[in-house]
């Protein structure tokens, strides 16, 4: 194959050239190899486009055909490139499935890619943002999520938006600058924060990351990324530096503080080597770590012996949860959020009505 040919994209290689050139000067291809001092099996090889030319070979084809030795490299390399392209044309290509797989509006509506239709583009503005050379990388089995990372439902889509979501936070999170992670620090903005609860979503999320900043821990909110599965997950950047990410999933305050505590205990166990993963319920896993997370978040966001004696008095109004909330100066949507995990109250009841909504 001395020449291919792709739409536009046409490439020569310097073989086709040599051909010509035989079949004018009326010799075999066996003679024109005597004569530059080849061998025969180099000259068909070279004619069929199954070998390039060499620094040797445009040398004696500059001497004997008395042309220039750039014109021999040049078209060396110019058909390397084409077919650099051809490659990068059909590598594009075989990227469209995955690219269809892939919320793309998502990251126009953050301002993170600009706006296209085109597939395309959309691979290469999205290859260039996670600083991958294709997105089949991300399905690669030693990648951040694989098959293997506690999710149960293992369909590709899941794999590659999982990825997409961790690389676009941790790609936010290098950005951002914090001091060196300090885990008695870490431990004390953990009890603090605990304490904020009550206020304001909106008025006290800034200060909680500025906190966790100061102590080496960046928190990153982000909204859901369709198809991903996840909800939540640590990674550490290195051995100072550790990411909360956070999705607004279900967008309701009881469910917020729950996956942060969740995952800040995460970071106090610091496996530094692994990512800790919150998948949506129906797809999730429990380890051991993973147990110790869910207990440690219950802890900190309701005391036990606060809630058993509440619970005793079997009397869930929204007065009752109210008083209680302030009297443990917790969110009474967190509250609710507890009774309804442990089917006190129905999660169709009135009482959602506490459950303050977030936007990220």
Request: proline residues 2%.
């Amino acid at each position: 194959m001395n020449k291919l040919k792709n739409k536009e994209l046409m490439a020569f290689h310097p073989g086709y050239y040599i051909d010509e050139i035989i079949e004018e000067m009326g010799i075999t291809q066996e003679e024109f190899a005597i004569r530059l001092g080849t061998t025969p099996k180099t000259i068909s090889k070279l004619v069929n486009g199954e070998t390039g030319i060499s620094n040797d070979l445009a040398l004696k084809l500059a001497s004997l055909l008395n042309s220039s030795l750039e014109m021999w490299l040049n078209l060396q390399k110019a058909y390397d490139a084409k077919m650099l392209e051809l490659q990068e044309e059909e590598q594009l290509k075989n990227q469209v499935n995955l690219i269809k797989q892939i919320d793309y509006s998502y990251f126009v509506k953050l301002g993170l890619l600009p706006d296209t239709r085109n597939a395309i583009e959309k691979i290469k503005n999205l290859c260039s943002f996670l600083s991958v050379a294709r997105l089949g990388i991300l399905l690669e089995k030693d990648y951040n999520v694989s098959y293997r990372n506690g999710i149960r439902d293992k369909k590709q889509k899941n794999i590659l938006n999982a990825n997409v979501w961790v690389e676009t936070v941790t790609k936010i999170a290098r950005d951002t600058v914090t001091k060196k992670f300090d885990l008695k620090k870490f431990n004390s903005v953990i009890s603090e924060i605990a304490e904020m609860t009550l206020e304001p979503f909106a008025e006290i999320i800034e200060d909680v990351k500025k906190r966790l900043a100061d102590c080496g821990v960046v928190l990153v909110l982000l909204p859901y990324l369709k198809d991903s599965g996840l909800h939540g997950f640590v990674k550490w950047l290195d051995k100072g530096k550790a990411v909360i990410a956070i999705s607004d999933r279900r967008k309701s305050i009881d469910t917020f503080w729950f996956t942060f505590f969740h995952e800040a205990r995460h970071v106090q166990q610091k496996k530094i080597k692994q990512i800790n993963f919150t998948w949506k319920d129906s797809d999730s896993v429990i380890s051991d770590d993973e147990a110790d997370a869910d207990a440690f978040s219950q802890f900190m966001l309701i005391p036990i012996d606060k809630y058993n004696v509440f619970l005793a008095r079997n009397i869930f109004t929204f007065s009752s949860v109210k008083r209680f909330a302030l009297e443990i100066n917790r969110h009474p949507g967190i509250v609710v959020g507890r009774l309804q995990n442990d089917k006190k109250v129905s999660y169709a009841s009135r009482l959602n009505e506490l459950k303050t909504p977030i936007e990220f």
